[in-house]
Structure formats: C-alpha cells, structure tokens
C-alpha cells in the first residue's frame, strides 16, 4: 500500500508539471507572438502602405454544417477592398488543394472575380497547406519578400511571425474578425497552433512540403 501510494504521489507530480508547463508554453508563445507583430497590423485600408502582392491565406468556404465561412466571405471582401484602393497590385491566393474536391484558392480566386478583380491579378497557390507553407514559398517560390497579409488579427500575428524569422518585409492587413461563438474553436485552436509554430522555427526547423520552380509575378 505504501508502495503505491509513492507512485500514485510521483505520478501527480510528473501530470502536473507537464500540465503546468503546457499552460506556460501556451501563454509565452502567445505573449510573444503578440507583442512582437502588433506594430505591423494595420486594420484601416486607407492608412496601409502599398505593396506589390497582398498574400490572402486561405480558408474553406463553406463550414462542417454547409453553411458561408465567414472567415472566408471576410477574407475575401478585405482583399477587395485592399486591390479596389491600389494598395496592393496582385493578390496571391494561398490555400489546401491536397483532396478531390477541395480547393481553397480556386474558391477565393472566384469569388474575387466575382466582385470585379481582374484575373490577370490573381495568383493561386495550390501548396498552401499551412501558415508557413504560405508564407516562405510566397518568398522562396514567387520571389517576393516585401508582402502584406491578409486575414483575421489572430492569423495575421502568426504569419507575420514566420516572416519576421524568414527575413520577409511584412505588415497585416486585418480582416474583419467574425462574432466570438463562431470562433471560440477556432481561437483555442489557434493558442496550440502558436506554440507549434513556435518549435516549427526554432527546434524543428520545419519547410514547407513543397517548393518547386520559381514563378514570377508580374
């Protein structure tokens, strides 16, 4: 009985330091991720310096349920308003393309088009399977290293993360967040996705899973 009461005592010490600094992973990579990009948002189109390429990082269309992804229907309607103010000359569109029937820039790109952008404006990136995928083949793939992000704050944060480190000249452009019970899953998810990006760069040394041939734009 002893004996088990000592391992019982070991074993709640060990969960709870890992608890413990679970709790603090999150809450650093958080903090500092925050704090380090927060000079680089803009959330006022008027008042964003121009870029050659505003990068839209992709979402579904459509939610789990079949119903608009507001993330999306907001990304897209920022991206307008950025190309429509001349603030950005092309859009480089970059999503998931990895399963049938599931195309993330294809849907942006016609859904842009649809509220009067030029195709011949619009770049698709069917590789962008993550944030990082987006970010570094948006320099190591399409030769651009001065961008502005488009997507919520939250996202942007990260991805202006990634290019501070990949040494991309980068400001966010912040669509309009969507209402808090539509995206509590979301912002928890987020919180993990922060410290995973977190040892992508600087443990893991993670690359995007494809490169390929350089395409210029313009």
Same mark, same amino acid.
């Given at each position: 009985?002893?004996?088990?009461? &000592?391992?019982?005592? %070991?074993?709640?010490?060990? @969960?709870?330091? &890992?608890? &413990?600094?679970?709790? =603090?992973?999150?809450?650093?990579?958080?903090?500092?991720?925050?704090?380090?990009t927060s000079s680089q948002l803009y959330t006022q189109a008027e008042n964003i310096p121009p870029h050659k390429i505003g990068l839209v990082l992709g979402a579904s269309k459509n939610? @789990? %349920?079949?119903?608009?992804?507001?993330?999306?229907?907001?990304?897209i309607q920022a991206a307008y308003t950025l190309f429509k103010l001349k603030k950005v000359r092309y859009l480089?569109?970059?999503?998931?393309?990895?399963?049938?029937?599931?195309?993330?820039p294809s849907d942006m790109r016609e859904a842009l088009i649809l509220l009067g952008v030029p195709d011949?404006?619009?770049?698709?990136?069917?590789?962008?399977?993550?944030? =990082?995928?987006s970010v570094v083949r948006c320099k190591e793939v399409f030769g651009e290293d001065s961008i502005t992000v488009i997507s919520?704050?939250?996202?942007?944060?990260?991805?202006?993360?990634?290019?501070?480190?990949?040494?991309?000249?980068?400001?966010g452009f912040n669509a309009k967040e969507v209402n808090k019970n539509y995206s509590f899953k979301t912002k928890v998810r987020e919180y993990f996705?922060? @410290?995973?990006? &977190?040892?992508?760069?600087? =443990?893991l040394h993670t690359s995007p899973k494809f490169l390929g041939e350089k395409i210029k734009i313009g």
């Open positions: 009985m002893k004996a088990f009461i &000592v391992t019982y005592k %070991r074993f709640f010490k060990a @969960v709870t330091f &890992v608890l &413990v600094g679970c709790i =603090l992973a999150l809450f650093i990579c958080n903090r500092w991720i925050n704090s380090s939610t @789990v %349920r079949g119903t608009n992804n507001m993330y999306f229907t907001y990304r480089l569109l970059s999503g998931d393309n990895h399963i049938k029937g599931y195309d993330e011949s404006c619009i770049i698709l990136d069917y590789a962008g399977f993550r944030t =990082l995928d919520q704050e939250f996202h942007n944060q990260r991805a202006l993360f990634i290019a501070n480190k990949n040494k991309i000249s980068a400001i996705a922060r @410290v995973k990006c &977190v040892l992508d760069i600087y =443990l």
